[in-house]
Nanobody, 113 residues
Framework: HVQLVESGGDLVHPGGSLRLSCAVSGFTFSSTYMAWFRQAPGREREEVAAIDTQDIPSYTDSVKGRFTISRDNAENTVYLQMTTLKSEDTALYFC????????WGQGTQVTVS
């Protein structure tokens, strides 16, 4: 079965950096796209970044130039390197993939204050 486990969330000051990790199991990671979403209280879950099997990334406008998504196929892990963090980045961050349907991790909390 598909399993996604996020980690790395923390409390950081504005302008700080954080790296989130998502450990993957249960499917062929190297041939599957991965993405990061986030959800803040009272807001809809939104896509932050995605990376395809060719290592081509995409980002939502609000994080371009600050966040970097990457994948390590040998470790079955996808990362989200976040820099120049803002209070608006505070959210629960989820790792996700889509095979026959969308699968989610439990999320890791990022708080910027």
């Amino acid at each position: 079965h598909v399993q996604l486990v996020e980690s790395g969330g923390d409390l950081v000051h504005p302008g700080g950096s954080l790296r989130l990790s998502c450990a993957v199991s249960g499917f062929t990671f190297s041939s599957t796209y991965m993405a990061w979403f986030r959800q803040a209280p009272g807001r809809e879950r939104e896509e932050v970044a995605a990376i395809d099997t060719q290592d081509i990334p995409s980002y939502t406008d609000s994080v371009k130039g600050r966040f970097t998504i990457s994948r390590d196929n040998a470790e079955n892990t996808v990362y989200l390197q976040m820099t120049t963090l803002k209070s608006e980045d505070t959210a629960l961050y989820f790792c996700t993939t889509y095979i026959v349907s969308r699968d989610w991790g439990q999320g890791t909390q990022v708080t910027v204050s």
